[in-house]
């Protein structure tokens, strides 16, 4: 069923240096990623791969118990303890899920109605929006260190859960904006300018505020976004780097999705927005699809022939159950032949649904040779 894509992702990832991983929750973008990475690294090439939030058992597998910041090489020994030929380099690291600044709040307040009340200023949401990108936009400055710093064939980037999975590639812009603007010099200056911009108000509702709710919400927020800025000089030059580096002809960006309407309707909305900002897409990669069941066979065939085997009751059930895998592979054929429309995509890469989780080197391996055969 799958046969006809062999090898094509293969050439179609020729020369590219920079392969980016979109696509909506749960449709598997950290496998897809970490599964293209390996079989990459196998064929023979230095490959690093950057993970967003990898599920604990997978982490392991790929040798990241601890943030680090740096890749790490897997060692050989890991893939010949496995049975697996690694005639490259295979190199691992994970970065953070940054703590939002909800979460500092949340965290801050002593109790519901302070929080509550934090949430809604106005400024603070200010603040917050700003902020929202500095997730995607740690993953891209990363990418950029990594490949101005190593000299790895290619690198395989995740991108994280978030609702608007190409976030990151206005983060840079919409976070240079705040930085110029004016909230942040409220808070990386106080007094004066606070006073100045605000008001003589400002102050004294933030006194007032600490001493009811008893956060000194406006240090707070200060020291948080002095940090900030101390991380963000010579952004300019890096932000011109980073668009730089995400239009360049050895960049792609690879869309996976399952063949789920709401993951596929996703999968549609990111490849007109790559299309608009002039990326490039090296292609579309449906995961998770579903097998034939009855494989064109009624399913009273089916049962006939299961009976001698398994008995009356259980051929029953089997056979039933075949015809449900039926309704699904139908299901993800006609949203398979939608999305291939949709996007101009004869030939999206297919990779079967697998019946076991897909935590560690056998499994990844298993998902490699699907996608690059
Ligand atoms: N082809 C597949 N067959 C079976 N399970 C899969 C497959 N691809 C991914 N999974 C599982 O689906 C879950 C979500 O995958 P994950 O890569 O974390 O998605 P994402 O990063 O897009 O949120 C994981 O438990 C993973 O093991
Ligand atoms: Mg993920």
């Known amino acids: 069923m799958m046969a006809s894509q062999q090898g094509e992702l293969r050439s179609r990832l020729r ?44 982490a392991s597998a790929l040798g990241l118990q601890e943030l680090s910041g740096e890749p790490r090489r897997i060692g050989a020994e890991v893939f010949a303890e496995q049975g697996l030929e690694m005639k490259g380099e295979l190199w691992a690291m994970m970065l953070d899920a940054k703590r939002t600044l909800d ?38 400055a990363k990418l950029y260190e990594l490949h101005e710093e190593h000299d790895f064939d290619a690198i395989v980037l995740d991108t994280p859960p978030s609702r608007n999975a190409l976030d990151f590639l206005n983060a840079p812009t919409r976070l240079l904006g705040f930085l110029e603007g004016r909230a942040l010099k409220v808070f990386l200056t106080p007094g004066g300018l606070t006073a100045r911009i605000f008001g003589r108000g400002t102050g004294l509702v933030f006194a007032i505020f600490a001493r009811v709710t008893g ?5 707070e927020l200060s020291r948080f976004f002095r940090s900030l800025s101390g991380v963000l000089d010579g952004f300019g030059e ?82 039933a159950n075949l015809a449900d895998f039926d309704l699904l592979a139908k ?10 429309r949709a996007l101009s995509e004869p030939e999206p890469i297919l990779v ?22």
């Open 215 to 219: 956060i000194d919400m406006f240090s």
């Open 238 to 319: 890096r932000t011109r780097g980073v668009a730089a580096l995400l239009a360049d002809p050895a960049t792609t960006f690879l869309i996976v999705t399952s063949a789920e309407r709401e993951p596929a309707r996703e999968a549609v909305y990111l490849s007109e927005r790559l299309a608009a900002a002039n990326m490039q897409r090296g292609a579309l990669i449906v995961n998770r699809v579903h097998g034939v069941g009855l494989d064109g066979h009624s399913v009273g065939e089916v049962r006939e022939s299961l009976r001698p085997g398994l008995g009356e009751g259980l051929a029953r059930r089997v056979a």
């Open 352 to 373: 079967p649904h697998l019946d076991e989780e897909i935590q560690d080197l056998l499994g990844l391996a298993r998902i490699a040779e699907e996608l690059l055969a």
């Open 331 to 340: 299901r993800d054929r006609e949203t398979i032949a939608g999305l291939s």
């Open 103 to 140: 979460e500092i709040v949340v965290s801050l307040a002593p109790d519901e109605d302070a929080r509550e009340e934090i949430l809604s200023n106005p400024v603070y949401r200010e603040l917050s929006t700003a902020v929202a990108g500095s997730h995607e936009l740690s993953a891209i």
């Open 15 to 58: 020369g590219k240096r920079i392969l980016i991983c979109v696509g909506a929750g749960g449709v598997g973008k950290t496998t897809t990623s970490a599964a293209l990475a390996l079989g990459l690294a196998a064929l023979g090439q230095k490959i690093a791969v950057v993970t967003i939030d990898p599920a604990k058992r997978l």
